[in-house]
Nanobody, 117 residues
Framework: QVQLVESGGGLVQAGGSLRLSCAASGSIFSTHTMGWHRQAPGKKRESVAIIARGGTTTYADSVKGRFTISRDNAKNTVFLPMNCLQREDTGVYYC???????????WGQGTQVTVSS
């Protein structure tokens, strides 16, 4: 059974940084695309950053230049360092895994990120 466990969220002042991690159990890293999503209060969940099996990355326009997604296949872990955080980055951040070209099939429980002014 695949499990995704996020960590690294917290409270930070605007302009600060956090580093999210997502540890995956089960052998999915060789077959799955990994992504970070977030859901702000009262808003729909949105994709933040995606990393394919080969390392190709995609970012939402709102986080380009501030967030960097990476993966350590040997440790089955995905990282999301977030710099220059803004209040608009506040939300619950979810890690997800899915086969290329398909909907995400595995989701973590989420980790809260709160950015204060």
């Amino acid at each position: 059974q695949v499990q995704l466990v996020e960590s690294g969220g917290g409270l930070v002042q605007a302009g600060g940084s956090l580093r999210l991690s997502c540890a995956a159990s089960g052998s999915i890293f060789s077959t799955h695309t990994m992504g970070w999503h977030r859901q702000a209060p009262g808003k729909k969940r949105e994709s933040v950053a995606i990393i394919a099996r080969g390392g190709t990355t995609t970012y939402a326009d709102s986080v380009k230049g501030r967030f960097t997604i990476s993966r350590d296949n040997a440790k089955n872990t995905v990282f999301l360092p977030m710099n220059c955080l803004q209040r608009e980055d506040t939300g619950v951040y979810y890690c997800a895994a899915g086969r290329p070209g398909r909907d995400y099939e595995y989701w973590g429980q989420g980790t809260q990120v709160t950015v204060s002014s």
